[in-house]
């Protein structure tokens, strides 16, 4: 039975929101200022019909938008998407009391993102290869994604069948696939425990396709190329399954706003450091201390590093920044911190970091709320909060990174 809803607002997660019976009811692919008809379930309901549009709904550039869960706002005018995008990290930071001016969001083009995660299964018609459908566990075969690099988008049928050949369960699994300078880099989560002859055919089949390496539950099973991405002028040979942002060009702005910042610092720590995004980048001009809690991450920022020319020196620390961060007098030997952190941030970290002299401080984060708490730590501790800039990198989702420079005056001796 469907509902008569009008809707007031986008949610965090780019649903629309109906109010009904005191309660809020979210409704996926609407807008605000829109009459639709919708089958309520709970505090949840699909679109049935739309019977009176915003004017800021626009053509979604997907055919598959709407079945595939990959994106939320192909239907939101660009300009205002843009603006809803930048009004999270505004109340997120508002949410803590903190009064600051956000800057302009950093747009993200089509067809950039260069790491996707998608899904597969075996069925009585074949493998099916694609993105789950809104909050559920059903895959939705792709044809195209216009958020995606062409050199995937392109690989689509042949990922399918590659997917077929090392399917070793009924169930579900994910294929997460990167492009890198030397090729496609697949990794298999969930696929099960190949036999021997899976083995060899699926290590025939990367190497017929050309790719640069296959690996599954992490195991690489074929590596005919070392998968490199470039961090600047540095290659830099990436492990199985690492952390990499989802678009260069995001990756690009990050590094534009935090090099700058961290220009006057002699020696700079990267905590959360990863392969070395930052790091390989900052020790273009600052000696670099890069902590990472992932040892294969380490290894690969140390190779790269040892492997290029014309940085300063760049040293490395495998520990666990949740557990133990770097406390703040190991801080005080630095002139200058970049942390990056997953979505739960960098709560105690930033609390070390707050109580040390540091002068210069850049904050990344990809959870506009974690970034927000973080924030309010250190201007608590004496930073003053110069900018925030929120980047676009997940094109049509609800998700939006941010870089927030800040500085603390230097003590008089």
């Not at 004017?55 to 990959?70: D, N, Y």
């Not at 924030?375 to 925030?388: D, M, N, P, R, T």
């Amino acid at each position: 039975m469907s509902t008569r809803f009008t809707v007031q607002r986008l949610g965090a997660q780019g649903d629309g929101v109906a109010e009904m019976d005191g309660g809020h009811v979210f409704i996926p692919f609407t807008l605000p200022g829109e009459v639709v008809t919708a089958a309520r379930e709970r505090d949840r309901a699909t679109l049935m019909a739309l019977l009176e549009p915003s004017p800021l709904r626009v053509e979604p550039a997907c055919r598959h938008f709407g079945e595939c869960g990959g994106c939320a706002l192909q239907h939101l005018e660009e300009s205002a998407y843009r603006a809803w995008k930048r009004e999270k990290v505004v109340q997120a930071l508002k949410a803590v009391r903190i009064d600051c001016e956000v800057g302009e969001l950093v747009p993200c083009s089509p067809h950039t993102r260069r790491r996707v995660t998608l899904s597969a299964r075996r069925t009585e018609k074949g493998m099916l290869l694609g993105f789950n459908r809104h909050l559920s566990a059903e895959i939705v075969p792709l044809d195209e994604c216009p958020v995606t690099l062409p050199e995937i988008v392109g690989a689509f049928d042949m990922l399918r069948k590659l997917a077929g050949e090392i399917c070793a369960t009924p169930r579900s699994f994910h294929m997460s696939v990167t492009a890198t300078a030397s090729g496609l880099d697949v990794a298999a989560a969930g696929s099960g425990k190949m036999d021997e002859r899976q083995r060899r055919a699926a290590s025939d089949f990367a190497l017929r396709h050309g790719l640069a390496r296959l690996s599954v539950e992490g195991e690489i099973i074929v590596e005919p190329k070392k998968p490199v991405v470039m961090f600047g002028t540095v290659a830099v040979a990436v492990p199985p399954g690492s952390f990499l942002q989802a678009t260069e060009p995001a990756e690009q702005a990050m590094i534009d706003l935090v090099g700058p910042h961290l220009s006057r610092a002699k020696k700079v720590a990267d905590l959360f450091a990863g392969c070395g995004s930052f790091a390989l980048r900052l020790a273009a001009k600052s000696e670099v201390h890069a902590v990472e809690g992932d040892a294969a991450a380490l290894s690969a920022l140390d190779k790269a590093f040892r492997f290029a020319s014309g940085l300063k020196r760049v040293t490395g620390e495998r520990r666990d920044l949740f557990r133990r961060p770097l406390t703040f007098k190991e801080l005080n030997a630095f002139d200058g911190v970049v942390f990056d952190p997953p979505r739960a941030g960098a709560e105690d970290q930033s609390k070390q970091l707050a109580r040390s002299d540091v002068p210069f401080v850049a904050a990344v984060s990809c959870n506009p709320t974690t970034l927000a708490r973080d924030l309010a730590i250190l201007i608590a501790g004496g930073y003053q909060l110069k900018s925030v800039t929120p980047i676009d990198q997940f094109l049509w989702s609800p998700h939006v990174e941010a870089v927030a420079l800040l500085e603390k005056p230097r003590k008089r001796r």
